[in-house]
């Protein structure tokens, strides 16, 4: 397939500035990773430079191979880090942000798929931050109750999981272990373990999607409860990756936005650039009213 040429509202720079640098320097000596970079996410600058973080756990393998991920996928052999929950509480305490996002490698290899670390390490944070808003971003633990409960019970305040791409694209898109049902099971899951948690998802654009197939999409997350959704330009991460079928005008990005604000989503976070974690502080509070 041809490149297709970036259009004039995709335009990213590279990260500066003072606030980069600092949350920059924090994170190596806690030895932590970053979707940001690991991801190559286009806002990196944007987000750091405002004190907005991803911080990815379980290492930076991933067990499963989605064509459209930058992230290094191999086996991770059931490695895991037991001191990396303790890091990123003291980490989050000394970044002094108010809102984290929590995410990780999928990590098949595990028995848990790795909910242990993520409770202990929402838990860590909870500790060293007690007023922080805590974010994670899940992989599927292959619908897993167990897991799921586990993660559920550590006590974060919003509870992610990614759908990424209609159902029709999913077998092209993503690893052959993920599933569009399954990612919804995902997400019913969260809510009938606490209904109270906050639920949120991701949709990627430009993959070669219909409208009619992004609006079944968004309908079909709110029909297991999902709160939050955000949806962006799928940017391919490099020559190996997935091409991009069609760039995505914004003002189709705005119509979106306001479907998705009919069908009853909290928020809709809806541009070329956003992504499931962009700015996810900002928008929480700007639409959750903390007692």
Avoid at 16 to 43: H, M, Q
Avoid at 60 to 80: H, M, Q
Avoid at 144 to 166: K, Q
């Amino acid at each position: 397939m041809q490149n297709i040429r970036k259009p004039e509202w995709i335009r990213t720079r590279m990260p500066s500035g003072e606030e980069y640098v600092r949350v920059r320097v924090i994170l190596k000596r806690y030895k932590l990773n970053t979707v940001c970079e690991d991801a190559l996410c286009p806002n990196l600058s944007n987000c750091w430079g405002s004190g907005t973080v991803t911080i990815m756990i379980l290492g930076n393998i991933c067990s499963r191979a989605c064509r459209f991920c930058a992230v290094r996928s191999g086996d991770p052999g059931g490695k895991i880090d037991l001191d990396e929950p303790r890091r990123v509480g003291l980490a989050v305490r000394e970044l002094g942000l108010k809102y984290v996002v929590i995410t990780s490698v999928t990590r098949d290899d595990l028995p848990d798929g790795g909910a242990s670390i993520y409770a202990e390490t929402v838990r860590e944070i909870k500790k060293n931050n007690r007023d922080v808003i805590v974010e994670i971003l899940i992989p599927d633990f292959n619908n897993s109750r167990e897991s799921i409960r586990t993660i559920v019970e550590s006590g974060p305040e919003v509870i992610g999981h990614n759908i990424e791409t209609v159902e029709r694209l999913t077998p092209l898109v993503r690893d052959p272990r993920a599933g569009y049902w399954k990612s919804l099971k995902t997400l019913k899951m969260v809510k009938e373990e606490n209904p109270n948690i906050y639920t949120k998802s991701s949709l990627m654009l430009g993959l070669g999607e219909t409208r009619e197939e992004v609006i079944r999409t968004m309908r079909d997350l709110r029909n297991v409860g999902v709160d939050f959704l955000t949806l962006g330009q799928y940017l391919r991460p490099t020559k190996k990756h997935i091409p991009v079928v069609e760039y995505i005008a914004p003002e189709t990005f705005n119509e979106y936005k306001k479907i998705g604000e009919e069908l009853g989503f909290i928020y809709v976070a809806s541009g070329p650039l956003v992504r499931s974690s962009y700015l996810a502080g900002e928008y929480y509070f700007r639409n959750i009213k903390i007692a």
